[in-house]
T-cell receptor, first 114, second 111 residues
Framework: ETGVTQTPRHLVMGMTNKKSLKCEQH?????MYWYKQSAKKPLELMFV???????ENNSVPSRFSPECPNSSHLFLHLHTLQPEDSALYLC?????????????FGPGTRLLVL | GDSVTQMEGPVTLSEEAFLTINCTYT??????LFWYVQYPGEGLQLLLK?????DKGSNKGFEATYRKETTSFHLEKGSVQVSDSAVYFC??????????FGTGTSLTVIP
């Protein structure tokens, strides 16, 4: 148990559906992250929020829309996804800024797009 | 740009065998280096880290030494157990506070 929870753990959706992934951290951290993990590829950083402000968007398609209402919660809204978006989506948090900072990961949401 | 390269898997070892998983990095400045482990069905967990050259990170019998001269951070364990079966990720945090992960190395330990 790392103090970062994600729901749902598994999600199957069609290409026309709209769904949201939720992440919550109980560590008092100020930075939160979304990563995409695909087989045989490095983790891909998607979005970074620091003190609720988005500080990074790594050229992610607009069909992925993040939301960070407060430092403890992070959402990833999904709409009109493609089959190649099927992956494990990992949320992480860290203290916020600073050298040598450790990221704490949630268990991930396994997404399958049909 | 910055990057991490780690040895391809999968790696299969017998219990009590010696483990080495190679990791090299490319980065400007002085990054921090990490090993994360991902057990089946779970997210990544920090295994160990080192924040400056010649530091040795260690945890649960695993060790890795930050070698700036060879830009490496190889993971080692003297005697693996079945419970060590997992995917291991090498990562760096650069001076711009960006994380870069390797592709992961799958380890299976057989009794």
């Amino acid at each position: 148990e790392t103090g970062v929870t994600q729901t749902p753990r598994h999600l199957v959706m069609g290409m026309t559906n709209k769904k949201s992934l939720k992440c919550e951290q109980h560590l008092g951290h100020n930075a939160m992250y979304w990563y995409k993990q695909s087989a045989k590829k490095p983790l891909e950083l998607m979005f970074v929020y620091n003190f609720k402000e988005q500080t990074e968007n790594n050229s992610v398609p607009s069909r992925f829309s993040p939301e960070c209402p407060n430092s403890s919660h992070l959402f990833l809204h999904l709409h009109t996804l493609q089959p190649e978006d099927s992956a494990l989506y990992l949320c992480a948090s860290s203290l916020g800024g600073g050298q040598g900072e450790t990221q704490y990961f949630g268990p991930g949401t396994r997404l399958l797009v049909l | 740009g910055d990057s991490v390269t780690q040895m391809e898997g999968p790696v299969t070892l017998s219990e009590e065998a010696f483990l080495t998983i190679n990791c090299t990095y490319t980065a400007t400045g002085y990054p921090s280096l990490f090993w994360y482990v991902q057990y089946p069905g779970e997210g990544l967990q920090l295994l160990l880290k080192a924040t400056k050259a010649d530091d040795k990170g260690s945890n649960k019998g695993f060790e890795a030494t930050y070698r700036k001269e060879t830009t490496s951070f190889h993971l080692e364990k003297g005697s693996v157990q079945v419970s060590d079966s997992a995917v291991y990720f090498c990562a760096l945090l650069n001076t711009g506070n960006q994380f870069y992960f390797g592709t992961g190395t799958s380890l299976t330990v057989i009794p």
